[in-house]
């Protein structure tokens, strides 16, 4: 693990299904009808008082209850203590969750937060904005997005909130969460990147992010995150501590995407080739740039290690290729290139243009499917 501190992230890379209970209850996402052209509204008071107005009361408090785990004290003695996985030492003794993370809704009964704020736990409550309390159920997950959908049982719940279909780099935002155990909060900021592909929380996940200023803290994971028309535009992930305004908020393309699937009891299928890539080595991008290919310092994948068994190599890719196009879009960077198959299903053919030698070509390869750890 490295230095950098995530909200409790967790990076398993499995996909969940939900249970048959939740269709009951479930229709379909509130997608946006709005373009990226529609202004801001005038309000007296202020953006973020005017969204939370409209929306506060779609967004609850998740508390967890520990896994209770028998452990060894220093002098070998079994004991009996509450604690989350892998938080005790030999010898320490676990302090109770207080807290753990927030939700909001999207259908009728069921909800959206991150998998890794209801993961391993022995239950969970969500609680209102007035107070009431429900037993949670985590209906289903993806951990490579790390979202995922709780379903609550009560009357007069509150509405489902819209989800945005565009957002903008630069594009002010608002925040809503339970930041620490506190009670709900409101932060405000600005979209300072889009389509972010930062190693520090992304790891190996093929996952669209937005990097945004609002002050984030501990608890906020799994809250919405508001565009000016009170549209969620992201859920709320992971800070960088070591930064100053550094947040990260999954990206409402990726809810429209997946949310829909684990809610209606299916896996979240992802396309995938079992290749090695790496940047364009210099030598290589010495070759791109007499042949004239493409911009040769931001087009280009290196294809260093290939499975022999897998489609790309049946199919006609070999190591030391450059990927320079998958179906006309212009790949740019590995991360990139997942997250373009990963929005293509297992099965589908698609065209790769490659740079073999001093020689360009078009090859067709069809998908293999990304299988979970």
Same mark, same amino acid.
Not at 69 to 89: F, H, I, M, W, Y
Not at 189 to 218: C, K, T, Y
Not at 357 to 372: A, F, K, N, V
């Given at each position: 693990?490295?230095?950098?501190?995530?909200?409790?992230?967790?990076?398993?890379?499995?996909?969940? &299904?939900?249970? $048959?209970?939740? /269709? %009951?209850?479930? +229709? *379909?996402?509130?997608? !946006?009808?709005?373009?990226?052209?529609? #202004?801001?509204?005038?309000?007296?008071?202020?953006?973020?008082?005017?969204?939370?107005?409209?929306?506060?009361?779609?967004?609850?408090?998740? &508390?967890?209850? $520990?896994?209770? /785990? %028998?452990?060894? +004290? *220093?002098?070998?003695? !079994?004991?009996?203590?509450?604690?989350? #996985?892998?938080?005790?030492?030999?010898?320490?003794?676990?302090?109770?969750?207080?807290?753990?993370?927030?939700?909001?809704?999207?259908?009728?009964?069921?909800?959206?937060?991150?998998?890794?704020?209801?993961?391993?736990?022995?239950?969970?409550?969500?609680?209102?904005?007035?107070?009431?309390?429900?037993?949670?159920?985590?209906?289903?997950?993806?951990?490579?997005?790390?979202?995922?959908?709780?379903?609550?049982?009560?009357?007069?719940?509150?509405?489902?909130?819209?989800?945005?279909?565009?957002?903008?780099?630069?594009?002010?935002?608002?925040?809503?969460?339970?930041?620490?155990?506190?009670?709900?909060?409101?932060?405000?900021?600005?979209?300072?990147?889009?389509?972010?592909?930062?190693?520090?929380?992304?790891?190996?996940?093929?996952?669209?992010?937005?990097?945004?200023?609002?002050?984030?803290?501990?608890?906020?994971?799994?809250?919405?995150?508001?565009?000016?028309?009170?549209?969620?535009?992201?859920?709320?992930?992971?800070?960088?501590?070591?930064?100053?305004?550094?947040?990260?908020?999954?990206?409402?393309?990726?809810?429209?995407?997946?949310?829909?699937?684990?809610?209606?009891?299916?896996?979240?299928?992802?396309?995938?080739?079992?290749?090695?890539?790496?940047?364009?080595?210099?030598?290589?991008?010495?070759?791109?740039?007499?042949?004239?290919?493409?911009?040769?310092?931001?087009?280009?994948?290196?294809?260093?290690?290939?499975?022999?068994?897998?489609?790309?190599?049946?199919?006609?890719?070999?190591?030391?290729?450059?990927?320079?196009?998958?179906?006309?879009?212009?790949?740019?960077?590995?991360?990139?290139?997942?997250?373009?198959?990963?929005?293509?299903?297992?099965?589908?053919?698609?065209?790769?243009?490659?740079?073999?030698?001093?020689?360009?070509?078009?090859?067709?390869?069809?998908?293999?499917?990304?299988?979970?750890?």
């Amino acid at each position: 693990m490295n230095r950098f501190y995530f909200i409790a992230l967790v990076t398993a890379l499995t996909f969940g &299904t939900i249970s $048959p209970q939740a /269709l %009951a209850g479930f +229709s *379909s996402l509130v997608l !946006s009808d709005q373009s990226g052209d529609v #202004p801001c509204p005038s309000t007296p008071r202020g953006m973020a008082a005017w969204v939370s107005s409209r929306n506060s009361r779609s967004v609850a408090r998740v &508390t967890t209850r $520990p896994v209770k /785990l %028998a452990r060894l +004290s *220093s002098n070998g003695d !079994s004991l009996g203590r509450e604690t989350r #996985p892998g938080s005790l030492v030999k010898g320490q003794e676990a302090k109770r969750s207080q807290f753990a993370g927030t939700a909001f809704f999207f259908s009728e009964n069921l909800l959206v937060t991150n998998y890794h704020v209801v993961k391993d736990t022995a239950g969970f409550s969500v609680v209102l904005e007035d107070g009431r309390e429900f037993e949670g159920v985590l209906e289903g997950y993806d951990a490579d997005s790390d979202l995922a959908v709780i379903r609550v049982e009560g009357k007069d719940l509150p509405p489902g909130l819209v989800i945005a279909n565009t957002v903008v780099l630069g594009e002010p935002v608002v925040g809503i969460g339970y930041p620490l155990g506190l009670q709900q909060s409101i932060t405000q900021g600005i979209v300072s990147g889009v389509n972010v592909e930062s190693s520090f929380v992304l790891e190996d996940r093929s996952v669209r992010l937005l990097q945004i200023d609002a002050p984030i803290n501990p608890g906020n994971s799994g809250g919405p995150l508001f565009n000016c028309l009170g549209e969620v535009v992201g859920v709320n992930m992971a800070i960088h501590p070591s930064g100053q305004g550094i947040a990260w908020s999954i990206s409402a393309e990726e809810i429209r995407h997946i949310i829909p699937a684990i809610a209606q009891g299916k896996k979240v299928s992802r396309g995938y080739l079992d290749v090695g890539l790496s940047k364009v080595p210099r030598d290589r991008r010495e070759v791109l740039r007499k042949l004239d290919v493409k911009p040769a310092q931001n087009v280009g994948v290196y294809v260093f290690s290939i499975d022999s068994e897998g489609h790309a190599a049946q199919q006609g890719l070999n190591t030391g290729d450059i990927i320079l196009s998958i179906a006309g879009t212009d790949v740019k960077s590995p991360r990139q290139f997942l997250r373009l198959l990963a929005r293509r299903s297992p099965g589908e053919i698609v065209t790769l243009s490659i740079l073999r030698g001093s020689t360009t070509m078009d090859i067709e390869i069809i998908l293999d499917q990304r299988l979970s750890n």
